[in-house]
C-alpha cells in the first residue's frame, strides 16, 4: 500500500473501526470520521485492523460534527498512533492560521497531510475550484475540494480542474456531493482523483450521492 497517493486510494469512510475487517476486501485506507464517532480516542488506541487510518475530524462549520475546542489538538493527538498514516485538515483551517502546529506535528511524524475544502451549496466557477486546488496543494500533500452538482456542467467542470491539476503534476482528490454528481465518484479518477470515499454500509453513508464501498471499488476498477 502505497500512502504516497500517487495512485487511487479507496476509502472505506466510517465512524465504527470495527467496521474495518467488512472494508478489507474493497478498501485501501479507513477513514476514521472522528467527529461522527463514539469515544473516537479509544476505538483509534484499540485498533489492530489491517488497513492504514486516515483520521477526519471534521469541523461543524464544514459540514461535520466536531465542536472547534480542542479539535485540530485531537487531530494532532493521533498522529502518534502507528495505524494513522493520514489525516485531513480544512483548508480553512490553515488559510486561519489554526492548523500550524498539527501540520507540522504531521510532518514530524511522517504522516500524509490532506488539505480539504467543501461547498455543500452548489459547484464554484472552474478558476476558482482551481484557485482552492492549488493553495490546498501549498499547504499539504493532497488537495481535496469536494462539492456540490446540480448539473452537467458542474461535473464537466470539476473534472475538467481535476486534469488541469494533475496534468501540472499536483496530487488532488475531487467529488462532486449530490445525486447529478454521484457518477464524478467513479470517473474523477479517470481524470486524475486520487482519493473516493465510501461507507461500508450505504444507509451510513457520509456525503450525499456516495456509492456502497463495493461498487465504487468495481466502478473505479473497470474504467481505469
Ligand atoms: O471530505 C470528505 C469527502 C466526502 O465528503 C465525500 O463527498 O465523499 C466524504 C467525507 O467522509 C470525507 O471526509
Not at 140 to 158: G, M, R
Not at 188 to 200: D, F, L, N, R, T
Amino acid at each position: 500500500m502505497n500512502l504516497n497517493f500517487d495512485s487511487f486510494v479507496l476509502a472505506a469512510a466510517t465512524a465504527d473501526l470495527a467496521d474495518e475487517p467488512l472494508a478489507r476486501d474493497h478498501a485501501d485506507i479507513v477513514e476514521f470520521r472522528m467527529d461522527l464517532a463514539e469515544d473516537p480516542l479509544s476505538q483509534l488506541e484499540k485498533y489492530d485492523g489491517e488497513l492504514p487510518i486516515l483520521a477526519t475530524n471534521r469541523a461543524e462549520w464544514e459540514g461535520g460534527e466536531a465542536q472547534e475546542d480542542g479539535r485540530l489538538e485531537t487531530l494532532a493527538e493521533v498522529t502518534a498512533l502507528e495505524s494513522v498514516e493520514a489525516i485531513d485538515v480544512e483548508l480553512q483551517s490553515i488559510l486561519d492560521g489554526d492548523a500550524e502546529e498539527v501540520l507540522e506535528t504531521a510532518r514530524d511524524r511522517g504522516v500524509t497531510v490532506i488539505a480539504s475544502a467543501h461547498d455543500f451549496e452548489g459547484t464554484p466557477p472552474r478558476p476558482e475550484m482551481v484557485r482552492t486546488l492549488t493553495e490546498a496543494g501549498k499547504y499539504a500533500d493532497v488537495a481535496k475540494l469536494a462539492v456540490t452538482a446540480t448539473s452537467k456542467a458542474d461535473t464537466l467542470a470539476l473534472l475538467s480542474a481535476t486534469e488541469q491539476l494533475t496534468s501540472h503534476g499536483d496530487t488532488v482528490a475531487t467529488m462532486a456531493m449530490g445525486e447529478a454528481g454521484s457518477h464524478t465518484r467513479a470517473v474523477a479518477p479517470v481524470y486524475g482523483s486520487k482519493i473516493g470515499y465510501a461507507p461500508v454500509d450505504p444507509e451510513e453513508a457520509t456525503a450525499p450521492g456516495q456509492y456502497d464501498l463495493a461498487t465504487l471499488r468495481t466502478l473505479v476498477d473497470e474504467l481505469q
